[in-house]
């Protein structure tokens, strides 16, 4: 399985990145041809206690390469990423990963 | 649905790295008390063609909060995190976060 990752920064503004993400982008998000599943990790805590890296991962699973190539291709995407550079402007970071389950 | 969520930044001996994750980290992280799920995201590239923040993303998935909270206090855990001091010193941020499944 192909999961794009995307890694968001601790915004300025956290409820309203957090209204945006929930009303404008994840709408756009679940329009992605070949999405298969989108997770939202809210990060609450880090493990050793420091502040947080990030607030929010998304991850948006794709059955393999080609359908994820294909998804990234599309005039939805261009959307996604349009929106992206609006209201996640220098917050996120985002990953392309091969993922499997283990154990 | 808890998850631990670690991530790796590029270790300066990728194959030593993964080749200790597998065979000596990953035994000793499934057997956390109350661990549902193990995914592991090997990260291939940065979206935006950068040098990817991190080569790997490892989910441990918790049914909720009371049985992370076990797993953290076990002595299975502290296994865990005396390996990863050893291993992975210096390259691991780890993050608590609370996930859903959306779409």
Do not use: C, Q
């Not at 990145?17 to 041809?33: C, E, G, W």
């Amino acid at each position: 399985m192909i999961k794009l990752i995307a890694l968001y920064r601790k915004p300025d503004d956290p409820e309203a990145f957090f209204a945006h993400y929930r009303d404008v982008h994840t709408p756009l998000v679940r329009r992605l041809p070949g999405l298969e599943r989108l997770v939202l990790d809210r990060v609450t805590a880090d493990a050793f206690g420091a502040e947080p890296a990030y607030v929010l991962i998304a991850e948006m699973h794709f059955a393999d390469r080609e359908t994820f190539k294909n998804a990234m291709r599309s005039k939805e995407n261009a959307a996604v990423a349009e929106d992206l550079g609006g209201f996640a402007r220098g917050l996120a970071t985002v990953l392309i990963a091969e993922a499997t389950v283990d154990g």
